[in-house]
């Protein structure tokens, strides 16, 4: 499934350098990459094609930022995401493909919102985000929309706001808990068919921009104030929501 023009070259190199910045750490970036590849290749189509490409990312800011991962997080978030999952896997099979953004769009800007105000009132719900049903609340919707869009950057990094991570075990974290399921959706992705031997050619050409990508986002993230990144990953996430509910 090969690209068209140059212009659908051009949008897939940014796209592949987007998922680096998103692997970075900027969570809020994915919808980038989303976008870009749901309009070469449709939003259903994308979903497969970018896959291996998240996976090639979460290898390298894996690397970067493994050693910083708080794996209580990680323990905690996977079993109900894989549940997401598989709900979402299902839903493929009946759900309008017209219908995936604005739902997910819908509830990364009911999150957003939500943490927005809890940091204008920090007792407000400061019993909640640690909450074993806060959870699995979120795990399921971190299953369900990266099942249907591949768009969990946002609500997982708003998870991990809530119970107020610092930026480095944010990011790593981010990037086992990523890596490990992103690994499990291929056998999804696979019997859906949209994960095929083009696909995968077209995913080794455009790694080394996804590599790029995440040496530009480290050193950002390494420079700039915890409260600004917090402040930033709100910002991109609100901006992620309205792309998704309008585009």
Same mark, same amino acid.
């Given at each position: 499934?090969?690209?068209?023009?140059?212009?659908?070259?051009?949008?897939?190199?940014?796209?592949?350098?987007?998922?680096?910045?998103?692997?970075?750490?900027?969570?809020?970036?994915?919808?980038?990459?989303?976008?870009?590849?749901?309009?070469?290749?449709?939003?259903?189509?994308?979903?497969?094609?970018?896959?291996?490409?998240? !996976?090639?990312? &979460?290898?390298?800011?894996?690397?970067?930022?493994?050693?910083?991962?708080?794996?209580?997080?990680?323990?905690?978030?996977?079993?109900?995401?894989?549940?997401?999952?598989?709900?979402?896997?299902?839903?493929?099979?009946?759900?309008? *493909?017209?219908?995936?953004?604005?739902?997910?769009?819908?509830?990364?800007?009911?999150?957003? +919102?939500?943490?927005?105000?809890?940091?204008?009132? *920090?007792?407000?719900?400061? &019993?909640?985000?640690?909450?074993?049903?806060?959870?699995?609340?979120?795990? !399921?919707? +971190?299953?369900?929309?990266?099942?249907?869009?591949?768009?969990?950057?946002?609500?997982?990094?708003?998870?991990?706001?809530?119970?107020?991570?610092?930026?480095? *075990?944010?990011?790593?974290?981010?990037?086992?808990?990523?890596?490990?399921?992103?690994?499990?959706? !291929?056998?999804?992705?696979?019997?859906?068919?949209?994960?095929?031997?083009?696909?995968?050619?077209?995913?080794?050409?455009?790694?080394?921009? !996804?590599?790029?990508?995440?040496?530009?986002?480290?050193?950002?993230?390494?420079?700039?104030?915890?409260?600004?990144? &917090?402040?930033?990953?709100?910002?991109?996430?609100?901006?992620?929501?309205?792309?998704?509910?309008?585009?």
């Amino acid at each position: 499934m090969p690209p068209n023009s140059i212009t659908d070259w051009l949008l897939l190199a940014i796209a592949a350098f987007g998922i680096g910045i998103t692997k970075s750490g900027f969570s809020g970036v994915s919808m980038v990459h989303v976008i870009l590849f749901a309009f070469v290749f449709g939003a259903r189509n994308s979903t497969g094609i970018v896959l291996p490409m998240l !996976i090639a990312g &979460d290898i390298f800011a894996m690397s970067v930022y493994g050693k910083h991962a708080n794996w209580r997080y990680v323990r905690r978030m996977m079993l109900p995401t894989l549940t997401g999952v598989v709900m979402g896997w299902l839903m493929m099979f009946r759900l309008p *493909e017209a219908y995936y953004r604005p739902l997910i769009g819908a509830i990364i800007f009911g999150l957003t +919102v939500l943490q927005i105000i809890r940091l204008w009132k *920090e007792k407000w719900l400061a &019993d909640v985000p640690h909450a074993a049903w806060f959870a699995w609340s979120m795990g !399921i919707l +971190v299953g369900l929309t990266t099942m249907l869009a591949n768009a969990a950057g946002p609500v997982f990094g708003l998870y991990l706001l809530a119970i107020g991570l610092p930026k480095l *075990e944010f990011v790593g974290t981010a990037a086992w808990f990523f890596l490990l399921l992103n690994i499990v959706k !291929i056998p999804f992705s696979w019997s859906l068919g949209l994960i095929r031997l083009d696909t995968l050619a077209l995913n080794a050409m455009l790694i080394p921009l !996804i590599a790029l990508g995440l040496w530009v986002g480290t050193r950002i993230i390494r420079v700039i104030p915890q409260r600004l990144f &917090d402040s930033l990953i709100l910002i991109l996430t609100g901006v992620a929501s309205f792309r998704l509910l309008f585009w």
